[in-house]
C-alpha cells in the first residue's frame, strides 16, 4: 500500500542555516504531493503541494520538487528563520488514500 | 473570520461518556474530513464527506460517528469514551474530491478522558 516516510526530528538550526526534510513515498497509482505546516496549538497549514511528476511547489521561501524516478518529495529552504518554528508534516493524496508522515519538528535559534 | 472552525476547543471527560465535536467551514467547500492525531503526532484519517456523501469510513471504533447536516458542517459524535480515545481531533475542508486540492484544517479539540 501507500506510505510516507519522512525525516525523524527533531531539527535544530541557527537562523540563516540551510534547511532540508528528507520525504520518500511510495505509491500505486499517481498521487499529489504536499507539505503542511503546524504552530505549536494550531491546526496544519499548507505550505505548498505537487500535483505530477517534476512539477516544484514553492511558498514563502521553501522549496520542493515531486521526483518520481527517487520517490522523493524533500522540503528545502536556503536561509530559515526563528519564525520557522513548527513541526513540518509531509503529505501524499492517492485515489481515496490520505497519508501523512510522522512530521519533523524543526527549532530555529537566534 | 475563521475558516475552518471546531468547539469546543478543549474537552475533558470520563470514560463512558457520550460527546460531539462541532466543525463549520466558511469557504464554500464540498468536501470534508475528521482527522486524529495521537501524542507523537502521528494523524489519521478517520472520515470524509462530499456533498453530504460518506465518502471515507476508515477502520476506527462505530462508536465514532460523524454526521454532516449540510455541506459546511461535519460533526463527530463520540460513545462510551475509552482512554485511548485522547487526543487531538482535526477537522479539515477542501474545495472538492479531486486528489490535487489542498486540506484547509481547523485548530483541532483536545480531548482527554480521564
Known amino acids: 500500500g501507500d506510505s510516507v516516510t519522512q525525516m525523524e526530528g527533531p531539527v535544530t538550526l541557527s537562523e540563516e542555516a540551510f534547511l532540508t526534510i528528507n520525504c520518500t513515498y511510495t505509491a500505486t497509482g499517481y498521487p499529489s504531493l504536499f507539505w503542511y505546516v503546524q504552530y505549536p496549538g494550531e491546526g496544519l497549514q499548507l505550505l505548498l503541494k505537487a500535483t505530477k511528476a517534476d512539477d516544484k511547489g514553492s511558498n514563502k521561501g521553501f522549496e520542493a520538487t515531486y521526483r518520481k524516478e527517487t520517490t522523493s518529495f524533500h522540503l528545502e529552504k536556503g536561509s530559515v528563520q526563528v519564525s520557522d518554528s513548527a513541526v513540518y508534516f509531509c503529505?501524499?493524496?492517492?485515489?481515496?488514500?490520505?497519508?501523512f508522515g510522522t512530521g519533523t519538528s524543526l527549532t530555529v535559534i537566534p | 473570520d475563521t475558516a475552518v472552525s471546531q468547539t469546543p476547543k478543549y474537552l475533558v471527560t470520563q470514560m463512558g461518556n457520550d460527546k460531539s465535536i462541532k466543525c463549520e467551514q466558511n469557504l464554500g467547500h464540498d468536501t470534508m474530513y475528521w482527522y486524529k492525531q495521537d501524542s507523537k503526532k502521528f494523524l489519521k484519517i478517520m472520515f470524509s464527506y462530499n456533498n453530504k456523501e460518506l465518502i471515507i469510513n476508515e477502520t476506527v471504533p462505530n462508536r465514532f460517528s460523524p454526521k454532516s447536516p449540510d455541506k459546511a458542517h461535519l460533526n463527530l459524535h463520540i460513545n462510551s469514551l475509552e482512554l485511548g480515545d485522547s487526543a487531538v481531533y482535526f477537522c479539515?475542508?477542501?474545495?472538492?474530491?479531486?486528489?490535487?486540492?489542498?486540506?484547509?484544517f481547523g485548530p483541532g479539540t483536545r480531548l482527554t478522558v480521564t
Open positions: 479539515a475542508s477542501s474545495q472538492d474530491w479531486g486528489i490535487s486540492y489542498e486540506q484547509y
Open positions: 503529505a501524499l493524496r492517492d485515489g481515496n488514500q490520505f497519508y
